[in-house]
């Protein structure tokens, strides 16, 4: 049986656009969590709050559930209903956002330590709201001894599934993530696990599966970005020489460039979201340090062009 694979939500990256367009080129993914949607009181499903979620009709490859960041349950039941009426069944709450921010406000995996407090909160939400609930959590704020105690709590409450990533909070994404602690997290709960954390090569997945035999969902973060073809090198879904690999690779690119064009306004703006998604397409070449390097230097459509075509035709070797 094939595993089942989610893109992670990757703050300014994997939007509607990175979505839309990856779906045109790639195949593998079977769910996306959205970047978060900071909850609010919502008056319709034509609110700009949920504006990400407009393009739905362009996600052929994959469903897509919407991620909110919330620690009111008035507001998150508002969105949620809101992304209800937009045809999303399940919304998934960040309780895993390690942002030192997000982390200050109680919200994220700043929760985490009030164990109560998450019981309360799914207990007023989940009765109210026609969706399914999934939850997305770290170990801990900052120590595992967090999602140990709330983890046998949640057995009683239904939920979709928990996405642990088998990280502290506070470590933001440094140091190695804590197998021995996501172990011990499955052994809590009887909810659905999906592990999350640091799958950025096959070689990777194949050691986790190996590792971890229980688990049968996975979610892709970074390195699905850095390596788009993952998914299908994971599910044994394409068998490409290295040419054809780097022909579809700028296929990719190029047409993410034209959906940005139109998508943002002001070459700053373009560029911008651009150089975020090369800080991980540069490791996905030999001599990609020196692409980051000249595009992040520039805000000029022309010149990200000229630099772009150029470390293009020069055929670059990837690595992934």
């Given at each position: 049986m094939k595993p089942v694979l989610y893109m992670a939500p990757i703050q300014g990256v994997t939007g509607c656009v990175y979505r839309?367009?990856?779906?045109?080129f790639f195949e593998g993914?079977?769910?996306?969590?959205?970047?978060?949607?900071?909850?609010?009181?919502?008056?319709?499903?034509?609110?700009?709050?949920?504006?990400?979620?407009?393009?739905k009709r362009n996600n052929t490859r994959f469903e897509l559930i919407p991620q909110v960041l919330s620690n009111t349950p008035k507001d998150f039941i508002s969105v949620a209903k809101a992304t209800f009426d937009l045809g999303y069944k399940t919304v998934n709450w960040n309780l895993?956002?390690?942002?030192?921010?997000?982390?200050?406000?109680?919200?994220?995996?700043?929760?985490?330590?009030?164990?109560?407090?998450?019981?309360?909160?799914?207990?007023e939400v989940i009765p109210a709201v026609p969706n399914q609930i999934s939850l997305k959590v770290r170990l801990g704020k900052e120590n595992n001894k967090e999602l140990f105690d709330l983890l046998p709590?949640?057995?009683?409450?239904?939920?979709?599934?928990i996405i642990i990533h088998p990280r502290l909070g506070t470590q933001m994404y440094e140091g190695k993530v804590d197998i021995s602690a996501f172990e011990e997290s499955v052994s809590l709960t009887k909810h659905?696990?999906?592990?999350?954390?640091?799958?950025?090569?096959?070689?990777?997945?194949?050691?986790?599966?190996?590792?971890?035999?229980?688990?049968?969902?996975?979610?892709?973060?970074?390195?699905?970005?850095?390596?788009?073809?993952?998914?299908?090198?994971?599910?044994?879904?394409?068998?490409?020489?290295?040419?054809?690999?780097?022909d579809r690779f700028i296929s990719f690119h190029d047409e993410i460039f034209a959906a940005y064009q139109k998508e943002l306004s002001g070459?700053?703006?373009?560029?911008?979201?651009?150089?975020?998604?090369?800080?991980?397409?540069?490791?996905?070449?030999?001599?990609?340090?020196?692409?980051?390097?000249?595009?992040?230097?520039?805000?000029?459509?022309?010149?990200?062009?000229?630099?772009?075509?150029?470390?293009?035709?020069?055929?670059?070797k990837l690595v992934i």
């Open positions: 839309n367009v990856y779906s045109k993914y079977d769910y996306a969590v959205t970047p978060f949607i900071r909850s609010c009181h919502v008056d319709s499903s034509e609110s700009n709050v949920l504006r990400d979620l407009f393009l895993g956002c390690p942002n030192k921010k997000v982390r200050n406000k109680i919200r994220g995996s700043g929760l985490l330590p009030f164990t109560d407090r998450i019981i309360k909160f799914l207990e709590k949640l057995d009683a409450i239904p939920l979709e599934n659905t696990i999906v592990y999350n954390g640091d799958i950025d090569s096959l070689a990777t997945f194949k050691k986790l599966v190996k590792r971890l035999p229980m688990i049968s969902q996975w979610m892709i973060g970074r390195g699905g970005i850095t390596n788009p073809f993952l998914p299908e090198q994971i599910k044994n879904l394409t068998n490409s020489t290295e040419q054809e690999k780097l070459p700053a703006h373009i560029t911008d979201k651009l150089k975020e998604i090369w800080q991980y397409w540069a490791k996905a070449f030999v001599g990609g340090d020196k692409i980051l390097k000249a595009v992040s230097r520039t805000r000029s459509l022309g010149k990200y062009s000229f630099l772009v075509e150029k470390f293009f035709s020069d055929k670059p």
